[in-house]
């Protein structure tokens, strides 16, 4: 089970760090962040590997969010830096078997959703 949160409204430039608590498995799976947009599809944020080996970002956040988890507190995190409106979404942490998998169907559990909203 995964629960995000740390969402809120921010100004642009602003900041934002979300958090991803999960229970039972989570050390062995990898971990994704994704967000959806009222009215697109869910897309792609970022994604870790189970031992924090390798991350892997979008383009359209690269070098402005980092993504972070700690085995021991069973907890993934996404830095968020330089926000910018159109990143406002309702932000997911995704866990599942695949290494840096980009599409939503390869995550096999979800948290709820965090929302972010960025004011220009």
């Known amino acids: 089970q995964l629960q995000a949160s740390g969402g809120g409204l921010v100004q642009a430039g602003g900041s934002l760090r979300l958090s991803c608590a999960a229970s039972?498995?989570?050390?062995?799976?990898?971990m994704g962040w994704f967000r959806q947009a009222p009215g697109k599809e869910r897309e792609f944020v970022a994604a870790?590997?189970?031992?924090?080996?390798?991350?892997y970002f979008a383009d359209s956040v690269k070098g402005r969010f980092t993504i972070s988890r700690d085995n021991a507190e069973n907890a993934g995190y996404l830095q968020m830096n330089s926000l910018k409106a159109e990143d406002t979404a309702v932000y997911y942490c995704?866990?599942?078997?695949?290494?840096?998998?980009?599409?939503?169907?390869?995550?096999?559990?979800w948290g709820q959703g965090t929302q972010v909203t960025v004011s220009s």
């Open positions: 039972g498995t989570f050390t062995i799976y990898n």
């Open positions: 995704a866990t599942g078997p695949w290494s840096l998998a980009t599409r939503a169907s390869s995550y096999d559990f």
């Open positions: 870790i590997t189970w031992n924090s080996g390798s991350t």
